[in-house]
């Protein structure tokens, strides 16, 4: 389809403004309003429902006391804190670790990732800006270029950046010293980052995974938030369906409240928790569509494994890299998948979860070698 200049003109909106302006009147004033109360609803959830505090912050127990323990000895010392690196699954909280952090220690937090520092000056900029103390937290630093690394190595150990002014034979290199900071790093692979940076952390956490309980006053606090009243059983169900990780039950609890609303009397029950979960295709065990369909396609044509990610990617439409960092975490967690030497294989688990009868030769997850 060939669209002319004028077409173009005729449908593009002028001056930055939306679609909103081809509605009538009427329609327009309402979807303006509708715009504004919803840009300020999400703007003012995602400020509150992060905790400021470690006293809010719920689950991750032992990380906490060890965190609180060196802040306070930081304090006393009246030295920046260690360089810190929390790694594990998405959506566990490692971002507002850092700001809850920043908040105990009592400084500002800048916060990039590092896809975004593409370009040297990127990384010297940042480095250049910030004040005595202050935290620079990045997230997957694992995606670090290796010249924003190189950078990094200097400013880490001696708080100081090397630059070089001229041109050929007039090349000059200088130390510029940086104020001292703290660095907090943050990614799903650890092992991605190389043994140069990653050493140079002075404190290394690994996020587990969260227990039903802990997700449960974690969806009760956010129902709080929202306004929303939620009883234990309603609150129970999505923490069970939120594989283990608060990003989710956070994102569950809004869309059961929707439910609420509109099939119930404003309350999420169990059954109205159970019947928004359920329009979602989320299953008893936490388990979406792509997940189901990563286990069945095993089960179904690779008679249960062991099959290569790279197939497996190319099967689903989907990336390696979302395969390995969104749906193996939580599904070997649970037991319904395992990684072996020869590709992914399920476990008896998945069998009986998506019903599938188990076949005679199965053993511990895995078929024979010759089978």
Not at 221 to 230: D, G, P
Not at 334 to 350: E, Y
């Given at each position: 389809?060939?669209?002319?200049?004028d077409?173009?003109?005729?449908?593009?909106p002028?001056?930055?403004?939306?679609?909103?302006?081809?509605?009538?009147?009427?329609s327009?004033?309402?979807?303006?309003?509708?715009?504004?109360?919803?840009?300020?609803?999400?703007?003012?959830?995602?400020?509150?429902?992060?905790?400021?505090?470690?006293?809010e912050?719920?689950?991750?127990?032992?990380?906490?006391?060890?965190?609180?323990?060196?802040i306070?000895?930081?304090?006393r010392?009246?030295?920046?804190?260690?360089?810190?690196?929390?790694?594990g699954?998405p959506?566990?909280?490692?971002t507002?670790?850092?700001?809850?952090?920043?908040?105990?220690?009592g400084?500002?937090?800048?916060?990039?990732?590092?896809?975004?520092?593409?370009?040297?000056?990127?990384i010297?900029?940042?480095?250049m800006?910030l004040k005595?103390?202050?935290?620079?937290?990045?997230?997957?630093?694992h995606r670090?270029?290796?010249?924003?690394?190189?950078?990094?190595?200097?400013?880490?150990e001696?708080?100081?950046?090397d630059?070089t002014?001229g041109?050929?034979?007039?090349?000059?290199?200088m130390?510029?010293?940086?104020?001292?900071?703290?660095?907090?790093?943050?990614?799903?692979?650890a092992?991605?980052?190389?043994g140069?940076?990653?050493?140079?952390?002075?404190?290394?956490?690994?996020?587990?995974?969260y227990?039903?309980?802990?997700?449960?006053?974690?969806?009760k606090?956010?129902a709080?938030?929202?306004?929303?009243?939620?009883d234990?059983?309603g609150?129970?169900?999505?923490?069970?369906?939120?594989?283990?990780?608060?990003?989710?039950?956070?994102?569950?609890?809004?869309?059961?409240?929707?439910?609420?609303?509109?099939?119930?009397?404003g309350?999420?029950?169990?059954?109205?928790?159970?019947?928004?979960?359920?329009?979602l295709?989320?299953?008893?065990?936490?388990l979406?569509?792509?997940?189901?369909?990563?286990?069945?396609?095993?089960?179904?044509?690779?008679?249960?494994?062991?099959?290569g990610?790279?197939?497996?990617?190319?099967?689903?439409?989907?990336?390696?890299r979302?395969i390995?960092?969104v749906?193996?975490?939580?599904?070997?967690?649970?037991?319904?998948?395992?990684?072996?030497?020869?590709?992914?294989?399920?476990?008896k688990s998945?069998?009986k979860?998506?019903?599938?009868?188990?076949?005679?030769?199965?053993?511990?997850?895995?078929?024979?070698?010759?089978?």
């Amino acid at each position: 389809m060939i669209i002319s200049d004028d077409d173009s003109k005729k449908n593009t909106p002028k001056n930055g403004e939306s679609n909103i302006q081809k509605l009538p009147p009427k329609s327009k004033a309402r979807a303006k309003d509708l715009e504004a109360v919803s840009n300020e609803f999400d703007e003012t959830y995602e400020k509150t429902i992060r905790p400021k505090s470690f006293n809010e912050y719920i689950g991750q127990t032992s990380l906490k006391e060890t965190l609180k323990i060196s802040i306070e000895a930081a304090k006393r010392r009246n030295v920046p804190l260690d360089h810190l690196l929390f790694y594990g699954p998405p959506g566990l909280g490692k971002t507002t670790l850092a700001g809850i952090i920043a908040e105990e220690y009592g400084v500002d937090i800048k916060i990039t990732s590092a896809p975004a520092l593409e370009r040297p000056r990127d990384i010297i900029g940042i480095l250049m800006s910030l004040k005595g103390g202050e935290i620079l937290f990045i997230d997957e630093i694992h995606r670090l270029n290796k010249v924003a690394e190189e950078i990094l190595y200097p400013a880490m150990e001696d708080f100081s950046l090397d630059l070089t002014t001229g041109k050929s034979q007039t090349v000059k290199t200088m130390r510029v010293p940086v104020q001292k900071f703290t660095l907090i790093g943050a990614t799903t692979k650890a092992g991605a980052l190389s043994g140069p940076l990653r050493d140079r952390f002075g404190i290394i956490h690994r996020l587990e995974f969260y227990k039903p309980e802990e997700l449960q006053q974690i969806v009760k606090r956010s129902a709080k938030i929202l306004n929303v009243e939620i009883d234990e059983n309603g609150a129970l169900e999505i923490a069970l369906r939120s594989r283990a990780t608060p990003r989710i039950a956070n994102r569950l609890i809004k869309r059961a409240s929707d439910y609420a609303i509109v099939k119930g009397d404003g309350k999420i029950t169990k059954e109205i928790a159970n019947l928004a979960l359920n329009n979602l295709n989320i299953d008893d065990f936490g388990l979406d569509n792509t997940d189901r369909a990563l286990l069945k396609l095993i089960i179904e044509k690779y008679s249960g494994g062991p099959v290569g990610i790279e197939t497996l990617a190319v099967a689903l439409g989907e990336d390696i890299r979302t395969i390995e960092d969104v749906y193996e975490p939580y599904l070997l967690q649970s037991g319904l998948l395992m990684r072996t030497l020869r590709g992914r294989t399920v476990t008896k688990s998945a069998y009986k979860h998506l019903g599938y009868d188990i076949p005679g030769n199965f053993n511990n997850g895995q078929l024979g070698l010759f089978e």
